[in-house]
């Protein structure tokens, strides 16, 4: 079973009231505060008027990859591969700890579709399971550095009930733990099965965030979610 998502690291809208949020999922192994920081070290001070920015950390769990030790990570994985069976029964544990964490966004007045949920690797893969499995009606996704396994729930999904929520995906070309290839496949997946979005490869690049990946996130996201001024 999941352990319960924790140590928020929130990032508050300049203004007194935001109209927005966005929920950003970190890699296996880091946490909220880690993510937070490595985005502040590249691109600075990432404060909205109107978005508040969510860094959850995961809960520490047995991680099969690193031979049952513990680390923070959103679920369990046979291997780093696509090519094995999803750990459901960990996905749809964390399923349910997605869902508080956004159930409290929406009683705190945001509608779902003035939300945007994405993350780096595992956190990507975390979103992509969010916005096309558990949560439609989301204001947008993105995945950096991501994959989802071939046999993903996330496809059979998407065959019954297709999804307009737009994407963005990022992946290095140097990227030796989760190959490029991997990215675009997924990318093409869920393309054949009617997302639209955008895969933008990233030259020179390690399984890392990059100061321009991050640049052309922020305008995705603020187009995504504009300011509204009042009436």
């Known amino acids: ?8 690291k929130i990032i508050r809208a300049t203004n007194k009231a935001h109209q927005a949020s966005v929920i950003f999922f970190h890699g296996s192994g880091d ?6 920081d490595w985005v502040k070290f590249l691109i600075g001070d990432i404060s909205q008027p109107h978005i508040k920015f969510v ?5 520490s769990r047995p991680y099969t990859p690193l031979n049952g030790e513990k680390s923070n990570v959103w679920f369990d994985r046979l291997d780093i591969t696509p090519d094995v069976p999803e750990d459901k029964p960990t996905l749809e544990s964390m399923g349910s700890e997605v869902r508080r964490l956004i159930d409290e966004e929406i009683k705190s007045g945001i509608s779902l579709d003035k939300i945007v949920v994405g993350g ?8 992509l ?3 096309y ?10 995945a950096m550095s991501s994959f989802l396994n071939h046999n993903s729930i996330v496809y059979e999904h998407l065959k019954q009930n297709p999804s307009k929520i737009p994407l963005l995906m990022f992946h290095g070309d140097r990227d030796t733990l989760v190959p490029q290839a991997w990215g ?7 393309q054949d099965l009617g997302v639209q979005g955008k895969f933008v490869p990233l030259s020179n690049t390690l399984h890392e965030l990059k100061k321009k990946e991050l ?12 300011y509204e001024k009042a009436v």
């Not at 946490?31 to 937070?36: A, E, V």
């Not at 860094?55 to 809960?59: E, H």
Request: charged share 15%.
């Open 129 to 131: 399971h969010t916005a």
């Open 31 to 36: 946490t909220g505060s880690g993510i937070y």
């Open 184 to 190: 675009e496949k997924t990318f093409k997946c869920l």
């Open 133 to 142: 499995h558990w949560l439609p009606g989301l204001a947008g996704v993105f």
């Open 55 to 59: 860094f959850p950390t995961a809960p």
């Open 120 to 127: 780096f690797s595992m956190g990507g893969a975390l979103a």
């Open 215 to 226: 640049q052309e996130l922020m305008e995705w996201i603020k187009r995504l979610l504009p």
């Open 1 to 8: 079973m999941a352990g319960k998502i924790s140590s928020l």
